[in-house]
């Protein structure tokens, strides 16, 4: 990449010459360099994150725009991290999710700082919702296969299946 400050000819210059060169103006300057490459198409996986990272940057817009999340956010923030870097990791990571039977009872503990909305126990004859006791969730168990379905309010869901 070449930079022409002083040139009478290419000062202001912008566009491609030749389909060799280009010119654009950065920070006033003119700046000559190879023509861009065309990339290829997106895999599924890299759409993917970026409608994951979209989603998760407009729950954090709406999240600064209501005063009780963006205290909340501003609460669980990290020391230099901003209530809208902690609510778009909220909405970007989803929660971390253990489960166990103890004594009849599901037990479902989360990890980090994910404000969790609701959890749903689906099982093949009945779907139920799991309550909050004791620094975690539980449901009394009924049938020995499972799903757990964990809805947080950035609006993940985190899933898993279990069978005794």
Known sequence: MAVS??????????????K??????????????????????????QVANQERFKRANNFAKAAVKDPERKAYYKSIAKPHQTAFNAAFQDAYNKPEVTVAINKGTVVIKTKGKHRIKEIKIITPSATGFAVFKNKRWEYPLKEKRFTVEVHDIAG?????QWQT
């Open 20 to 45: 060799q060169i280009v010119f654009r103006q950065r920070n006033g300057k003119t700046v000559m360099c190879k023509p861009p490459c065309k990339y290829p198409p997106k895999t599924a996986t």
């Open 5 to 18: 400050e002083h040139n009478v000819i290419t000062r202001g210059a912008t566009g491609t010459f030749g």
């Open 156 to 160: 993940n869901i985190c899933t898993k």
